[in-house]
């Protein structure tokens, strides 16, 4: 029997449940200094008994031999470190941690820095019994490399989990994480090649140098590991060692990450001058402070296209930095804030040099071979709009003295999301086509030569240069005053007949043979008439059931699982979902029944009672907080919409909701409200085309108010632009 390997949804879910066992009690920032550690230990001794044992069985080694000469590991594992030590630790186990951690720091010395951690010792923060499980979690499941679904799977998690606390931190752009999509965009866009040496100057966890490694194994099989060079430095100790664990996790093993601030002190040095590379990958902290005093005389001549001020704007201090870095034929690719692309003073003299340079001073300009305008809201911890600058020190022949301009922040350009925005891999890829092709695009990309430049005194925000907007039709006011008119007129018609079919008893509402009946709870009372039935919900229903109490890890798009909020009445509101699983999950999730056609919803969580039908066969899943009905043969979906936004029904729902953080119905006590309705689907028909034809007029008076808007502004823009 083929024996189930891990894949990244078991990986993901290990991970939630180690960090949520210490959430309470620490913030992200403290958390995942515990969690990535301890799982990439485990993954280490889990890949070290699995090379040892394949010693023994292949090489015919002894068990001493496998097991205790380092010189057979790329990292290895003193006994005194094995996993299961820190399984046996029953108190101080925090310190027990430290304890392995240095053994194996000890072993490994590219692992010295990374693993230790005073703060473990400190049980305010980390408790034995919170440790504990967290070990216990981890032990549940071998990581070594053949127990993986695939080879990406233990890196894809490792992401997934960085991803998931650089949310949570509230880390301003660029200091711990770059979404990976911006990530693929930058390296697709450079194409790293064999023998390529590259660089992140600010490297955070790493990503931009895994993602140079990966590009390279799947357009170039054939090249080994160690045609890159990888290098790069960083600000923040704790980051600089979760970036050697991101890079060890990910299979890079030959890397060069410094720490120290880059500006003040870089560490990537060649006989005292920096190190020259081909390419520069980069997500520097906007808008930092930083010292400019004395940095017209910098040691290694990285600020020669001006000194950026002081205040809160060290950008151009990294880009200089990072063009220093280039050789002859280097380019850069660096996410910025579109700060630096129209400020004044200092930063608009340094934005001039770099695209003219300065002969005299002997200073390259024609250095910018691109901006693209990213949507808004795309980095963790800050809704501001961002864009790539594309830098060449050897731009090609046909691309000199211009540059390219592209607007990739149309509402098709990029996912929407409450929370925060999404590239997808085809925006992706529109984007890496249209700068390999270097043509104009209407509305999305301008290649712009030196005089359009200067002509907007080289501020170079991206709409001086692409026309996103569409031209002004003729507008006909008489004409659109006269449609406006009909419609209303049509509406009032309308309304009047419906009035009329009323007043001449053609629609029904005697109600001389009704009677009144007390139902639960017992303040509670309701009318029917003749031939009318009241039974409890779960009577006139074939499903009832509630969405998932326990939803699977958050993708990025994928089948969307809806909540409260996106039900409104009549409204299943599928754009604004910030949530979704994949297509494993949902299988996984629904074997038993699939939300189909003429389901009807109902909120029971927070916003209790609000109601819709299902008309899509497209394919959602559902939150705790709203409830599936299917009814049965004795009552019609649409009844039930409309009866569900009836006072009585809204009042019982209020009777029977519980209170904790959120009021909430149990699906009990929602089965048995008492429905009343016609025992006739003839009779239940009539009654929903009426309000159906009462509901439509109701509708096409919203769209009079919005279209009388409309029309406003179409008059406004005739009377004062003359248009």
Known sequence: MEVRKLTSKDLEGNLHRAADVLRKSLNA????????????????????????????????????????????????????????????????????????????????????????????????????????????????????????????????????????????????????????????????????????????????????????????????????????????????????????????????????????????????????????????????PFSEDWESTGKENDEFNRFVYGIPPTKNKADFAFIQHMVACLNDNGRACIVSSQGVLFREYEEQKIRKTMILGDEENRIQGDIIEAVIALPDAIFFGTPIPGCILLLNKNKPKERKNKILFYYAAHKEDYFEQPKRNILREEDIERIV????????????????????????????????????????????????????????????????????????????????????????????????KSGWKIKPLKELLSILKDGTHNPPPKQDYGIPMLSAEDIRNGIIDFDNSPDFITEEDYERMHRTYEIQKNDVLLTIVGTLGRSAIVDTSRKFTLQRSVAILRTNEKILPQYLYYFFQTKYFQNQLIARAHTTVRAGVYLGELGSIPIAYPEEIITQDKICKTVSEIEKIINENKRLTEESITLQQQLIQKLISNE
């Open 29 to 284: 920032s403290e958390n995942y200094k515990l969690v990535l550690p301890l799982l990439f230990v485990k993954r280490l001794n889990d890949n070290f008994v699995e090379k040892a044992e394949r010693l023994i069985k292949e090489e015919k080694l002894s068990k001493e031999e496998s097991y205790e000469n380092q010189r057979r590991h790329t990292f290895f594992v003193p006994k005194e470190a094995y996993y299961r030590k820190l399984q046996e630790a029953s108190s101080d186990v925090g310190t027990k941690i430290n304890d392995i951690f240095r053994i194996l720091e000890h072993a490994n010395p590219a692992l010295e820095g990374e693993l230790v951690n005073a703060e473990f010792a400190n049980t305010d923060k980390y408790t034995d019994e919170g440790l504990r499980k967290i070990i216990s979690i981890f032990a549940e499941d071998n990581y070594a490399d053949s127990n993986l679904e695939n080879e990406d799977v233990f890196g894809d998690a490792y992401e997934f989990l960085l991803e998931e606390y650089a949310g949570e931190t509230k880390k301003k752009g660029g200091q711990f994480y770059t979404p990976r999509q911006v990530v693929r965009l930058m390296v697709n866009i450079v194409k790293p090649k064999p023998g390529m040496r590259i660089c992140d100057p600010t490297c955070g966890s790493g990503g931009m140098l895994i993602q140079s490694r990966k590009y390279l194994e799947t357009n170039h099989p054939k090249s080994e590991p160690e045609d890159l060079t990888l290098e790069g430095q960083e600000s923040n100790p704790d980051t600089v060692n979760l970036c050697k664990m991101n890079l060890v996790v990910h299979g890079i093993t030959d890397f060069d990450i410094q720490h120290g601030d880059v500006l003040e002190k870089p560490k990537l040095l060649e006989d005292g001058k920096l190190r020259k590379y081909d390419l520069v990958l980069a997500n520097f």
């Open 433 to 528: 086509t249209a700068i390999e092709n270097y043509k104009n695009i209407k509305k999305r990309c301008h290649i712009a030569n030196l005089d359009e430049i200067q002509e907007n005194d080289y501020d170079l925000s991206v709409l001086r240069y692409v026309n996103i907007f569409s031209e002004n039709e003729a507008v006909d006011i008489l004409k659109n005053i006269h449609m406006f008119e009909k419609k209303h007129d049509d509406v009032q018609t309308s309304l009047s007949m419906f009035r009329n079919r009323i007043q001449n008893k053609e629609i029904d509402f005697d109600k001389s043979d009704s009677k009144t009946v007390k139902v639960k709870p017992r303040y509670f009372k309701i009318k029917i």
